[in-house]
């Protein structure tokens, strides 16, 4: 297994947690570390997303440990979390038709007192999506689903995070526009944020992350480097399609 020396930015230990009376996660236990990309991969019903949730304060979590920057931080309010400085860019490209570009970036950094560090927050979207501040009064019914995702992810940037989850980013777009998705992601972490990645496309997410998880039935059954798990036969010929 490979050894991720880099520290722990997010651990997650034991988690369970669901919807209702129902249980989805049993147990869960996982780490992100700096300067890395780690992907979430399964069939679908693994539980995938509701780790992302019950990290981010948005599910109950019942039993285990959710701790951020050495912190721990189990149920908090999802205000709360935010504020710490984990971002979640959740399913489906949350854009709203008729809010301009400016409103969006502007509504993601409404935790940014400081101005200058809001202005930091501009200069790393000016350097991710130049497009992007170059139409700041485009609406968002106006953009297509790729200019949409790129909006979405640059308003979770604004908050300026130390970590970044993202609920299957590549959701309804072209195959071009899945792969400019990843490059950004990688783009992302390069400027320092590491990024937990939920995503069904496992093979193309594997070959982006550093390191990667395989839940079932809302437990772990597979860990290791992206490259490992890509090229594992088990792996390959349960959640890959051989």
Known sequence: MMEREAQ???????????????????????????????????????????????????????????????EEITNHPPYKVVEKGL?????????????????????????????REKEKATERIRMLFPWLVDKMNRKGKE????????????????IQPKLLLLDEPSLGLSPKMVKTVFEKIVEIKKTGIPCLIVEQKAAMVLEYSDYGYVLEMGNNRFEGSGHDLLHNPDVRQLYLGG
């Open 87 to 115: 971002a979640f860019n959740p399913q489906g490209r949350v854009v709203f038709p008729d809010m301009t570009i400016r409103e969006h970036l502007d509504m993601g950094a409404w935790t940014v007192k400081d101005r």
């Open 8 to 70: 722990q930015v997010l651990s997650i230990d034991g988690l369970a947690s669901g919807y209702g009376k129902m249980e989805i996660l049993h147990g869960v236990s996982l780490s992100v570390r700096t300067s890395e990309i780690v992907a979430l991969i399964g069939p679908n019903g693994a539980g995938k997303s509701t780790v992302l949730k019950a990290a981010a304060g948005l599910l109950q979590v019942r039993s285990g440990k959710v701790a951020f920057l050495g």
């Open 143 to 158: 953009m297509s689903g790729g200019e949409q995702q790129m909006l979405s992810l640059a308003r979770a940037l604004m």
